[in-house]
């Protein structure tokens, strides 16, 4: 039995499969009506008045799965779904954050991210036969409280990045960043404590 014979008798939607972080495929009527109604509130907040804070507001409340007190986010801002983004107090997220989010996004509150920050969760097959038919999937990204990212760093799926810890600008992260430390390059490797002098 090949993995296409697994994926192709299993009875759950593929909105259930995607969740579960399981193969799926994207292009499915479920799926593509809840990107396009992403897409346009995404196009409202990003054509919003930067004078209408609670018009900003009330869109990201609309699009994101939760957003904490005193968050801003500047845009342009990219997602897959927005519902699966949740979005901790007092974060501020800098122009131009994309944020696939097939899989679950957490991010923590007191976090900063620089301009043009990726968050990507999807995955595809390293097998050709199952990538060719268009099955993917994803793996959740969870950013602890008071993390700094740099601007253009790419945060790969499943990552962890623990409290406290600051990822250098361009960073390409592929592995968890333990808490309290800072990380760097491509692929990112932890260079210090937060804590040294």
């Not at 992403?38 to 799965?65: C, H, I, W, Y």
Request: one cysteine or more; glycine letters at 10%.
């Amino acid at each position: 039995m090949t993995l296409l014979d697994l994926v192709e008798g299993d009875p759950r939607s593929m909105r259930e499969r995607m969740l579960a972080g399981d193969l799926y495929r994207g292009a499915d009527p479920e799926l593509e009506a809840e990107m396009r109604q992403a897409m346009v509130l995404t196009k409202a907040f990003n054509d919003s008045d930067p004078r209408d804070s609670e018009g900003r507001r009330a869109l990201l409340e609309q699009l994101l799965g939760s957003v904490g007190a005193e968050v801003e986010i500047r845009p342009p801002l990219h997602v897959d779904y927005g519902s699966h983004i949740h979005v901790g107090a007092r974060t501020f997220i800098n122009y131009g954050l994309m944020a696939l989010d097939v899989a679950q996004i957490l991010i923590g509150e007191d976090v900063l991210m620089g301009p043009n920050v990726q968050l990507l969760t999807p995955t595809h097959p390293i097998d050709p036969e199952p990538r060719r038919a268009k099955w993917e999937a994803a793996l959740p990204i969870t950013i602890g409280n008071n993390v700094w990212i740099g601007g253009m760093a790419v945060i790969c799926p499943g990552v962890t990045i623990g409290d406290n810890s600051v990822i250098g600008a361009g960073a390409v992260v592929t592995k968890d960043i333990p808490a309290d430390v800072v990380a760097v390059g491509n692929p990112a490797r932890v260079i210090r404590s937060v804590y040294d002098r």
